[in-house]
Structures are given as structure tokens and as C-alpha cells.
């Protein structure tokens, strides 16, 4: 058995997209944490409406961000699994039987897999993968995380005992890495990423650049704070002035609204494989004839 942590806030338009991929899943011994963070839409309505011993759902009809409401779920889980899931996005049918064979074979605390990027209609775009070099404190500072977030199976007890600190409203993953690696928590041996596009990401193209400014303030507190353990001054300053020209370039895209096509044209050609894409927008399209118990019938 294991427990699918669900967040939400304000996604009425997809929620039942995301809530389909979850029944649509082949393994089905698992309990689905959904907890409310405050919607001001017909989220919670449509969560509440869910008829499946299966689901529970939490809310208080406060807004207290992700990090605090993913800290929820990990303390409620009583499984020794966690999977993550965000709202509004989709997943494989076979992501849990995939990253939960991997992780009870291997003994990795974290397995996390490729993501396909699919838009607002529920078109493949491309595939993302995160950077592929080495889990160092330096690696991690200098050229950011491995690991997609919003990807990962977890051991219980490892997202227990390495929870988000609620600080942080954009960078709550980076900084847990981050973190997790100064503590000897994270390193090579406690992760592992799956080739395959297991989890179905909805890019946000409408990112503002009031949004992009908190990520980099945020961002680089955590490299000033743990970069001065492991970089001269002059290395350091070298990272954080990269920081602020990529943040004024992105600014600067974000204002003429072409966010989201410029994290899509990013992606190597090599990764716009065709094969690939069929196959996933196959998955989605028998995702969506998938009934939640209580909404479709």
C-alpha cells in the first residue's frame, strides 16, 4: 500500500484531469491524501464529491502554501511510500507500478522519472528531464537540481525526517536538496531517476515576473547561505551574477507573454521524440474516459 499526496488550490479547470490519472492507475492497493489549501473555486466541492473509501480529504480553509500543506501530508501518510502529485497535473497509468517496483527493489529513498509536458488542452509538448550530473553540494549550488519534484516516490521515513521548511513559497524543493545534502541526508545513493515519462506536467505559461522575482530572491539566499562552505567569494559572486541575468532575461520574456515558449523551444531537438509523444498522448486520452467513483456515476 501507498499514499498519493495531492495539494490543491484553485484548480477546478484540471483537478478532475489529475483525479482520473489516479484511478486510471494499474497498481490500486493505494490511499490518496488530498488536502485543500484554501480554494476559492469549486476544488474543494469536487474533491468532496469523490465516493471512494480510498480517498480522504483534508481542509481548514486556510491558505498556508505548498510547503506546509506537503508537510501535512507526509506527517497524515501511514504507508511506507509517499508519491507525490500536483494538482492540475497527470500521470502515467503505470507510474506507480513502475517507480514502486524500482524502489522496493533498489532501496533508494527517492526515485523520480521523466516528465512529458503537455499543455492546457492536453497536448504533448516535448519532455523535460532535470540536469543529469552528480548529487553534490557544489553541483547543486552551481547548476541546480536533479531531481523533478513532483515526480518522486518516497520512503515515509526519509519525508518525515526531512521536512520543506515553510519559508520558502517558490523554492520549497530546492531548498530541502540543498539542505538535505549539507545534512548527509541526500547523495547518489539515496536517488534514482526513470527514463520514461511517468508524470504529465501542465506548463504554466503565465508565470509573472512578480513570481520569478520571489524564486530568485529565495534561490539565492539558499546559495549565499550554503555556498560559503564550499566556494571562495569570488566563485560565489560568479553564480549569483549568472542568477541575476538569467532573471532579467526571463523577466523580460515573461513581459512579452512567450514564457512558456521559450522553456519549450529550451528542450533539445533530440527530445522531441514522435514515438514518445504518441505514446503518452495515448495514455491521456484513455486517462480522461477514466470515471471517479461519486463524480461520474
Not at 105 to 113: A, K, Q, R
Not at 179 to 197: K, W, Y
Not at 211 to 239: H, P
Request: hydrophobic share 35%; aromatic share 8%; with cysteine.
Amino acid at each position: 500500500m501507498i499514499t498519493i499526496g495531492l495539494p490543491v488550490y484553485n484548480n477546478e479547470e484540471d483537478l478532475l484531469d489529475t483525479l482520473r490519472s489516479i484511478f486510471s492507475q494499474t497498481y490500486e492497493d493505494w490511499r490518496l491524501i488530498a488536502v485543500d489549501d484554501g480554494s476559492q473555486d469549486s476544488s474543494l466541492d469536487i474533491l468532496m464529491s469523490i465516493n471512494d473509501p480510498r480517498v480522504k480529504v483534508y481542509h481548514d480553509g486556510e491558505n498556508k502554501k505548498l510547503a506546509h500543506r506537503l508537510n501535512e501530508i507526509n506527517e497524515r501518510a501511514q504507508t511506507e511510500y509517499i508519491v507525490r502529485m500536483d494538482s492540475g497535473d497527470m500521470c502515467s497509468p503505470i507510474r506507480i507500478d513502475r517507480q514502486l517496483s524500482f524502489i522496493r527493489e533498489y532501496g533508494f529513498n527517492i526515485v523520480s522519472s521523466e516528465m512529458a509536458v503537455i499543455d492546457s488542452n492536453n497536448r504533448v509538448l516535448n519532455f523535460r528531464r532535470a540536469p543529469n550530473h552528480e548529487i553534490t553540494l557544489k553541483n547543486y549550488l552551481k547548476y541546480g537540481s536533479t531531481i523533478g519534484h513532483p515526480t518522486i516516490i518516497t520512503k515515509s521515513s526519509w519525508s518525515k525526517n526531512n521536512i520543506y521548511s515553510t519559508r520558502n513559497r517558490r523554492t520549497e524543493d530546492y531548498e530541502l536538496w540543498v539542505r538535505a545534502i549539507s545534512s548527509g541526508e541526500l547523495s547518489e545513493r539515496d536517488h534514482a531517476r526513470l527514463s520514461e515519462p511517468l508524470y504529465f506536467y501542465r506548463d504554466d505559461a503565465n508565470v509573472s515576473t512578480h513570481q520569478i522575482d520571489i524564486s530568485f530572491k529565495e534561490r539565492n539566499e539558499i546559495i549565499s547561505t550554503y555556498g560559503a562552505k564550499v566556494f571562495s567569494k569570488n566563485e560565489l559572486n560568479k553564480i549569483l551574477y549568472k542568477n541575476k541575468i538569467k532573471k532579467i532575461a526571463l523577466k523580460a520574456v515573461s513581459n512579452l507573454n512567450m514564457y512558456g515558449k521559450l522553456k519549450t523551444s529550451m528542450l533539445k531537438d533530440g527530445e522531441k521524440e514522435h514515438e514518445k509523444k504518441i505514446i503518452v498522448q495515448n495514455e491521456m486520452d484513455s486517462i480522461l474516459k477514466t470515471k471517479v467513483p461519486g463524480i461520474d456515476s
